[in-house]
């Protein structure tokens, strides 16, 4: 049987990575028998990082190398798809995953009234006498790469104005159907569900978080994928 490597559950969501969630739901959809394994600390795995799929062979690092190993596999995850859709699907997975994805992490590792809540969730492993200065070094860390990319750059109106265009063009789709390329989930909602489902469950009232949980049109779309996968 698969094993998928992952991070704990985390603010009622089965993982607190949204790529952890997007391979789980990954290898829902593809038919795989699997099991879920929790780890606290990725540093021993391929590229220091989850999720990873224990794999016969191998593991297998990094949701789109799952995926592709897993369409090696027989796996059509846009089955049905127009080029055209194809094409569409590949945007909105790179919109989530390289730009979502960092407003996401700013809000969580940038925001002083969020940051204790998730170092006590996140680092809950890590004995509480070093906890703190552990934890002080890692969002030190994670600041400086938000500051690389650039996302830190930008002030919060600026950074909301971004994601409110990227949730514009997310709600487009979701008008015409009840998920993103049509009556049954594909690629594409396997990579933008769970990166809306994790702003939305932040564990404080940011305006990140309230843009999206005060949103009936994407809350109802990331209920509709959790019925779809009953992830447990």
């Known amino acids: 049987m698969l094993t998928l490597l992952i991070y704990p559950s985390a603010f ?14 990954l290898l829902e959809a593809s038919g795989q028998q699997w099991q879920r394994s929790d780890l606290l600390d990725p540093r021993r795995m391929p590229h220091r990082k989850l ?8 593991l297998m690092p990094d949701s789109d ?17 127009s080029d055209l859709q194809k094409g569409q699907s590949r945007a909105l997975i790179r919109m989530a995953e390289d730009h979502l994805y ?37 969002r030190k860390s994670v600041l400086r790469g938000l500051d690389i990319q650039g996302v830190s750059r ?17 709600s ?19 990579s933008v569900a769970p990166m809306l489902a994790a702003m939305a ?15 009936r049109l994407l809350t109802d779309y990331v209920a509709r994928m959790d019925q779809a996968f009953d992830l447990k």
């Open 154 to 170: 930008f002030s919060q109106a600026e950074r909301l104005e971004r994601v409110e265009n990227d949730l514009t063009a997310i």
């Open 201 to 215: 469950a932040t564990p404080v009232k940011t305006s990140l978080q309230q843009r999206i949980a005060n949103d």
């Open 51 to 58: 999720p990873v799929l224990r794999t016969p062979e191998r």
């Open 65 to 81: 190398a799952i995926r592709g190993w897993l369409e090696t596999r027989g796996a059509d995850f846009d089955q049905g798809l």
């Open 102 to 138: 960092f407003q996401l992490v700013m809000d969580r590792w940038g925001n002083d009234e969020v940051w204790p809540v998730l170092r006590e969730t996140f680092f809950s492993g890590v004995p509480r006498l070093i906890r703190g200065p552990i934890t002080k070094s890692v």
């Open 172 to 190: 487009a789709f979701l008008w015409h159907s009840p998920f993103l390329m049509g009556s049954t989930p594909s690629s594409a909602d396997y």
């Open 12 to 25: 009622g969501l089965f993982s607190g990575s949204p790529f952890c969630v997007k391979a789980a739901y």
